[in-house]
């Protein structure tokens, strides 16, 4: 995850083969789904890398705008087109906000990655 001002963006790991299709934001201390998404409309939210909230960037999303102030939490995941599997994370905010990222680095659970990084963590054979 990387929060760029108001801007909220994830990078879900994908194999060659995989297509996200389904991406829900929960906020981490109530378990309420604020947001939900459905068919990315750009390549890259077909390869995992979306803006949440954005939801001209999708065939379907809920109607909720981004909250003016994010949550402690945020758990975010992605569901992969033709399955039932998928992938996602817990994200404490704060700690995403003041991660000193560079350009194109992600935060993930302990460090930022890079997009190629993320996605080399499925080991894909393909």
């Known amino acids: 995850m990387r ?3 108001s801007r909220v963006s994830v990078k879900f ?3 060659p083969t995989d297509r996200a ?3 829900e934001v929960y906020d981490g201390d109530s378990e309420k789904l604020p947001w939900r998404a ?3 409309k750009t390549p890259q939210g077909e390869r995992g890398t979306v803006a949440l909230w954005k939801a001209d960037d999708f065939l379907e999303a ?7 102030g994010l949550p402690r939490s ?4 992605v ?5 039932d599997d998928g992938t996602g994370g817990v994200f404490d905010v704060r700690q995403v906000m003041t991660a000193h990222l560079g350009e194109g680095r ?3 659970e302990g460090c930022p990655m890079t997009e190629a990084e993320i996605d080399a963590q499925f080991g894909c054979t393909q």
């Not at 809920?62 to 003016?68: M, S």
């Not at 945020?74 to 995941?77: F, I």
């Open 3 to 5: 929060i760029d001002g």
């Open 13 to 15: 790991p994908t194999c």
């Open 21 to 23: 299709e389904t991406v």
């Open 38 to 40: 459905h068919g990315p």
């Open 62 to 68: 809920t109607a909720a705008t981004q909250p003016r």
């Open 74 to 77: 945020l758990d975010v995941s």
């Open 79 to 83: 569901t992969y087109a033709g399955t």
């Open 106 to 108: 992600y935060w993930t």
